[in-house]
């Protein structure tokens, strides 16, 4: 099971942009990166999964180095409405690491968007 | 769209308690899940049904029990609540563990 390491927490302006990144270093061959996203009172939500290079939709970047022993997640020109808790996953394509679709969450990045 | 929704939103229980959390969902899928997420802390597993009639337990199933009623719903009980269960619940569903998962927006219980 790959373990992940990411920053407890981020505080930005609004239109800035936002890096996080999660180190996972132990990651398995077949293993995705998948990250979640957290608004406060709600449940997690899948946001972007990639397993190399570069993915990007419509909310966030990923971008995957060679090794693949971490990644990092780019949410662009961020406002206040982007603050919440980001999680980084491993795992099958939608972040799943076991045969009964377990979705393994450490604590997450509390990201604060400030005016 | 619906899509997972839980009952009650918030609830504030006595020691020694009993109360059913329950969780519905919309879109026929398969396999459910209640998480329980405590401050600083990721979500964690406390039991699943992979399928309606199926139920198993996950990493922090003590104190707890669940009812796979038919596929739409899936209710998680704590005969005797405790302060240890203080946290938030969330409920979540999938069509199967190869499929994007949908959660809940989650029971937050105190237990006093």
């Known amino acids: 099971l790959a373990k992940t390491t990411q920053p407890i927490s981020m505080d930005s302006y609004e239109g800035q942009e936002v890096n996080i990144t999660c180190s996972h270093n132990?990651?398995?061959?077949?293993?995705?990166i998948t990250w979640y996203q957290q608004f406060p009172s709600q449940g997690p939500r899948f946001i972007i999964q990639g397993y190399k290079t570069k993915v990007t939709n419509e909310v966030a970047s990923l971008f995957i180095p060679a090794d693949r022993k971490s990644s990092t997640l780019s949410l662009p020109r961020v406002s206040l409405s982007d603050t919440a808790v980001y999680y980084c996953?491993?795992?099958?394509?939608?972040?799943?690491?076991?045969?009964?679709?377990?979705?393994?969450f450490g604590a997450g990045t509390q990201v604060v968007v400030t005016p | 769209n619906a899509g997972v929704t839980q009952t009650p939103k918030f609830q504030v229980l006595k020691t020694g308690q009993s109360m059913t959390l329950q969780c519905a969902q919309d879109?026929?899928?398969?396999?459910m899940y209640w998480y329980r997420q405590d401050p600083g802390m990721g979500l964690r597993l406390i039991y699943y049904?992979?399928?309606?009639?199926?139920?198993d337990k996950g990493e922090v199933p003590n104190g707890y029990n669940v009812s796979r009623l038919n596929k739409r719903e899936f209710s998680l009980r704590l005969e005797s609540a405790a302060p240890s269960q203080t946290s938030v619940y969330f409920c979540?569903?999938?069509?199967?563990?190869?499929?994007?998962?949908?959660f809940g927006q989650g029971t937050r219980l105190t237990v006093v």
């Open positions: 049904s992979a399928s309606e009639g199926t139920t």
């Open positions: 132990n990651i398995a061959t077949n293993d995705y």
């Open positions: 879109m026929n899928h398969n396999s």
């Open positions: 979540a569903s999938r069509q199967d563990q190869n499929t994007e998962a949908f």
């Open positions: 996953l491993v795992g099958d394509i939608w972040g799943t690491t076991d045969s009964w679709g377990k979705l393994q």
